[in-house]
């Protein structure tokens, strides 16, 4: 793996840093993020940085997201983000038994929805392609659904499938503490480790 030089752009890696670490009302603007975000994009492009899927492997939480085609245009951050409420916590999970997969969940309350799936990792691009085959809902810790969830790519001939027709994260940064990566839609976001 190569790392991001610390002398390359320092500011974006202080910044996205704050924005995982500070306390609610020492964290970075949601501008300030978003720009980060888009600088670690950048950096991680020229210098074809590459992880191994297993720095991946784990439980993450939501933290910042910015929807849809935020990108740099004369060195600026075009695009709006913000923190995700922790009172809803969302968060996605890589796990790698016999083969990849991913499930995703979010909470209200006491009430969970989680989706979980196969995926394939393309390290050398950092791609991550993934498609949701399951769904389960949970109230007060006890499942009350558990079934098929439709999908677009069928689980018997995912690893067949092309990525174009799949969704997926590309990771641009990834730290033992935060990871982040843009996903098909546009979006980019950041993601905290669970402890």
Known sequence: MTAIASTDSPDFMATLTAAVKSKKSDRPSTSAVVLALLQAEKAAKQQRIVYSVDRLLGTWQLWFTAPRKAHLQNGQALGKGFYIPQITPAQISFINQDKLSISNQIQLGSLIFKLTGPAKYLGKKNLLAFDFTWMQLSLFGRTIYSGKFRTKARTTDFF????????????????????????????????????
């Open 160 to 195: 067949e499938q092309p990525i174009a027709k799949l969704p997926f994260f590309a990771f641009f940064l990834v730290t033992e503490d935060f990871i982040a990566a843009r996903g098909r839609g546009g979006g980019i976001a950041i993601w905290v480790r669970n402890k």
